[in-house]
């Protein structure tokens, strides 16, 4: 499977064309929303999401709730387009002066992107802007459905915002506060303390970034490969999580923590039950060995930096006069930590459907269901 993304985050619309997906698969546009709701909520969100009530237009690929095998084109229109259109329109008298930026902000696209294609900033930050991750959640969301229809389940929780760290556990009442905090935060003393954190950030034109933490459930072991190296399937998992933006480090299972461990606390003991096969004793490799999943819960963490557009801003450099000035202060989100959940969650959607059509290549989704069966008869025995 593929798929590519188009849209400036004022421009008329987002575009995504998917192509590879087997006919037959049930795509419901009420999950895409669904999905695309809850990207835009979160505490920290700025005005935009005020102005955004982002719904999927399926344009093609679909027809009656099921694939055809077509590529499925997808749309999001950018409402606020209509205070943009003397701006940003393609046409010859666009106004190129007024919304010019000069003062690149640091840690953003800005300058680098600027210097790179020899053009004004705008042009720049209009693509680097988080705004595509909401196509990344709509074609996410089709992947997803894909997944889910097979017993795959995809879950996050944001595990930290600002420097508080939220206790972690795996049992379903945690999972239920994940699901009904505003922060995707399942420990409520932490929670408190983010909500603290994010007044206080206010107050002082800070940004907050944060880690999150996202899991598959019910993978059979063998998907991605260990022969080449880019067929291994953490490493294509870490550069889909390291393209959302803002997004600065990834591991998997302890991640960093293996590390400090000797050989024989970091890995995980194999053991056979018959009629359910082989399992683990523990998960510190996070469901990953050799670029395959092992049968086990797949369990990444990715880091969010601040978002580079400050309130408060840094110093940095005019690019026309080459004085030293503070960066331009657009409008922006304080913390986008559980958006940014929402994005990860499909972003890895769409890495694991692509490794499953690998595995069990299928033309439609009767044929695709039919091999997935058949190897997990094999695996049970
Ligand atoms: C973003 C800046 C803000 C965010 C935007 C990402 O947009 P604006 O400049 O229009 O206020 O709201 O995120 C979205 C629009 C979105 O849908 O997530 C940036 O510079 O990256």
New binding site residues.
């Given amino acids: 499977m593929r798929f590519l993304t188009a849209g400036e ?2 421009g008329p619309k987002l575009i995504g064309i998917i192509e590879g997906l087997p006919a037959g698969v049930k795509l419901n546009k009420a999950e895409i929303d669904r999905a695309l709701h809850q990207r ?1 909520g979160g505490p920290g969100r ?4 005020k102005i ?1 009530q982002d719904e999927v237009n399926i344009v093609s690929g679909v027809r009656g709730g099921q694939t055809t095998g077509a590529p499925v084109a997808l749309e999001l229109e950018n409402r ?1 387009w209509v205070n943009w259109e003397q701006i940003m329109t393609y046409r010859e008298d666009a106004d190129l002066e007024s919304r010019k930026v000069t003062a690149p902000r640091p840690g953003h696209a800005d300058l680098s992107g600027a210097l790179k294609y020899r053009t004004e900033v705008r042009n720049i ?1 209009e693509r680097a ?3 595509e ?2 196509m990344r959640v709509a074609v996410g969301s089709v992947a997803r459905q894909l997944l889910s229809a097979l017993g795959v389940i995809i879950r996050g929780r944001v595990v930290a915002v600002g420097g508080v760290h939220a206790s972690i556990e795996e049992t379903p009442e945690y999972w239920q506060k994940v699901e009904s905090s505003e922060w995707s935060v399942g420990d409520p003393e932490a929670e408190k303390k983010i909500w603290e954190r994010l007044d206080q950030a206010r107050a002082e034109g800070e940004s907050l970034g944060g880690i999150i933490e996202i899991q598959a459930l019910n993978l059979p072991a063998g998907l991605g490969s260990h022969v080449q190296w880019d067929r291994k399937l953490d490493g294509r998992l870490a550069q889909a999580v390291l393209s959302v ?1 803002a997004i600065k480090g990834v591991s998997f299972g302890r991640g960093f923590e293996l590390g400090d461990l000797p050989g024989s606390q970091a890995h995980d003991p194999i053991v056979y039950t018959a009629g359910s096969g082989y399992s683990r004793l523990s998960n510190n490799a996070g469901g990953i060995e050799g670029g395959m999943t092992n049968g086990q819960p797949l369990i990444l963490k990715a880091v969010m930096k601040p978002i580079p ?1 400050l309130y408060k801003p840094l110093g940095t450099v005019d690019l026309e006069t080459k004085e030293p000035v503070l960066a331009s202060i ?4 304080i913390c986008a930590v559980p ?1 940014a959940k929402v994005v990860l969650e499909h972003v890895v959607s769409w890495v694991l459907a692509d490794a499953v059509l690998e595995k069990f290549s299928a033309d439609s989704f009767v044929e695709l269901e039919s091999a997935w069966r058949e190897y997990a008869d094999y695996l049970r025995n």
């Fill in positions: 985050s004022h835009q700025g005005g935009r999401m955004e606020d930050l802007s988080a705004r991750t909401a933006q557009t657009e409008r922006s989100d958006a």
